[in-house]
Every structure is written in C-alpha cells, then in structure tokens.
Nanobody, 128 residues
Framework: QVQLAESGGGLVQAGGSLRLSCAAS????????MGWFRQAPGKEREFVAA????????YYADSVKGRFTISRDNAKNTVYLQMNSLKPEDTAVYYC?????????????????????WGQGTQVIVSS
C-alpha cells in the first residue's frame, strides 16, 4: 500500500503563487507515475498535471499549461505542483494520485482510473 499526503493549499489572491506538495509513504518505491487532479465546487474532478517518476516526462491540462509546473524529489518521495499566475477559476480541492507499474498497460495520465492511490486533498482558494 501507498499513502499520499498533500499539503500547501491555502488562500491566495489572483496573480499569486502556491506550491503544493504530495509526500508518498508506505510502498512508495513501487510508484511509477504521479499526478495532480482538482475538483471545483459543483464540478467533476479534472486532470491538472502528471509525470513519469523515472522518466520525468510531464503532462499538463491546457488550462494550466505555462502557469503550473509539476516536479519531483526522488529522495523525499515527494511530488510538487508549483502554481503561478493563479486565477479564481483555479479554486478547487487538489488531489494527488499515484500509479503502480502495470506491465503491458499503456498509461493515460488524464484518466482517473489509471491511478491506484489517492490523497485526501488540499484546498486552494484564489480570490479575485
């Protein structure tokens, strides 16, 4: 089992920045992919960003491309989401997700079903 713990959420004004962290524990050495999703009030959860843990390849939703950066610290088993130029529409609960290796399976970073573990979420509120 893998446990994920997000932190770094909060209240920020539009145009500001926040950095979210997601620390993996337990059998974290099994993780092959990690991602960030978000869910705004009254909306479905949506993909934000993802990366391959070993390759470092990154993927972004069009709505955050150029403003958000996903990165990792292998030694700390932690993935980060640096969020700049925040907008009120970025307000949401942000969730971290992780995936075990699935031999023979192609990973779709934007699909929730392609992740095995989820954190509890951290709230981000962007005021206008």
């Amino acid at each position: 089992q893998v446990q994920l713990a997000e932190s770094g959420g909060g209240l920020v004004q539009a145009g500001g920045s926040l950095r979210l962290s997601c620390a993996a524990s337990g059998r974290s050495f099994t993780i092959s992919k990690m991602g960030w999703f978000r869910q705004a009030p009254g909306k479905e959860r949506e993909f934000v960003a993802a990366l391959g843990w070993r390759s470092g390849s990154t993927y972004y939703a069009d709505s955050v491309k150029g403003r958000f950066t996903i990165s990792r610290d292998n030694a700390k088993n932690t993935v980060y989401l640096q969020m700049n130029s925040l907008k009120p529409e970025d307000t949401a609960v942000y969730y971290c997700a992780a995936r075990n290796p699935r031999p023979g399976s192609i990973w779709s970073p934007r699909q929730e079903s392609d992740y095995d573990y989820w954190g509890q979420g951290t709230q981000v509120i962007v005021s206008s």
